[in-house]
């Protein structure tokens, strides 16, 4: 998983550079001393990196919602919608995921779903990209592949990835044991074969993300 | 220990924020009056990032394991008034 300091510095000229960065290159020391000041000080703006970092989905996914509504900025408000996608993407997964291991387990079940899948973040943000989101035109979805795999520019990235992502979509379509895998994965948790398949198609290889 | 009402960071720290050779005088003082932003104000007059090259660095670590939340709080609000997204 990308680490919060490479998400931050991801986003090059924008105004959490400054010594922003310096409070979060710092997060393996401070984490626990973060999480308590943006709970008594809260700021969307800035604890939403934090909680991404830390794979913490819920507050990541309400803050950058709310900073969304709230951006002016065309390019910040479709990256951070962007981003709202894949962390309620991962949401209803773990909340799925979870609700099936109550069942199962009882309420005193382990917890562990979102390390689990936190380890497979940008597998999430590229199905979300691909899906049909109102927000995921063209430029927020460069934007995120930029952002996501800090490949220098956007430019030569998506023409070569771009096809091979659909490709290896159509792929999985014909695979017997993605399918199966999708399909089983749709009765646990109750969402459609064709969102589960897309999930199955990229957690299983996480390998061919550069 | 009662924090003044009036903080050496008002009084003593334009003092010292130079490079007149008072420094350890002025770190001395904030750490006696516990005036925790004046603490990570000293600390981050020179390189700020990466931290590493912070020459305070081992004493900002030292200063979070000392004082705690006390100390974060000043220094994670310095980080985001410094960064222009007060």
């Known amino acids: 998983m990308v680490g919060t300091?490479?998400?931050?510095?991801?986003?090059?000229?924008?105004p959490f550079l400054g010594e922003i960065r310096t409070m979060f290159?710092?997060?393996?020391?401070?984490r626990g001393y973060l999480d308590i000041f943006f709970k008594k000080r809260p700021?969307?703006?800035?604890?939403?990196?934090h909680d991404i970092g830390t794979a913490n989905c819920i507050p990541a996914g309400s803050a950058l919602l709310q900073g969304a509504e709230a951006a002016v900025n065309l390019e910040v408000k479709h990256v951070r919608l962007l981003y709202t996608g894949g962390s309620s993407f991962t949401i209803n997964l773990i909340d799925y995921a979870q609700y099936r291991k109550i069942i199962v387990f009882g309420r005193n079940a382990s917890y562990e779903y979102p390390k689990r899948f936190g380890t497979?973040?940008?597998?999430?943000?590229?199905?979300?990209m691909l899906s049909n989101k109102p927000c995921c035109d063209q430029h927020s979805t460069v934007a995120l592949i930029s952002s996501a795999f800090r490949k220098g520019s956007w430019k030569n990235y998506v023409p070569i990835h771009l096809p091979l992502v659909h490709d290896k979509l159509l792929k999985a379509k014909s695979t017997p044991s993605y399918i199966q895998k999708a399909e089983?994965?749709?009765?646990?948790?109750?969402?459609?074969p064709s969102v589960t398949l897309a999930y199955v198609c990229f957690t299983s290889d996480v390998d061919y993300f550069p | 220990?009662?924090?003044p009402s009036l903080t050496c960071h008002d009084l003593i720290l334009p003092?010292?924020?130079g490079t007149c050779g008072h420094e350890e005088a002025a770190y001395s003082l904030a750490e006696h009056y516990q005036d925790f932003t004046s603490l990570v104000a000293l600390c981050h007059r020179e390189t700020v990032f990466p931290p590493e090259d912070n020459p305070n660095a081992e004493r900002i670590q030292s200063y979070i394991q000392q004082f705690k939340?006390?100390?974060?709080?000043?220094?994670?609000?310095?980080?985001?008034?410094?960064?222009g997204y007060s």
């Open chain 1, 120 to 128: 497979r973040w940008y597998s999430v943000l590229w199905f979300a």
């Open chain 2, 1 to 3: 220990m009662r924090k």
């Open chain 2, 15 to 17: 003092w010292f924020s």
């Open chain 1, 184 to 192: 089983n994965l749709s009765e646990k948790m109750h969402l459609p």
């Open chain 2, 69 to 83: 939340e006390d100390f974060t709080t000043e220094l994670f609000q310095w980080y985001i008034q410094h960064g």
């Open chain 1, 25 to 30: 290159n710092q997060e393996a020391q401070t």
């Open chain 1, 43 to 49: 700021n969307i703006g800035i604890s939403w990196i």
């Open chain 1, 5 to 14: 300091p490479n998400l931050l510095l991801s986003y090059g000229p924008h």
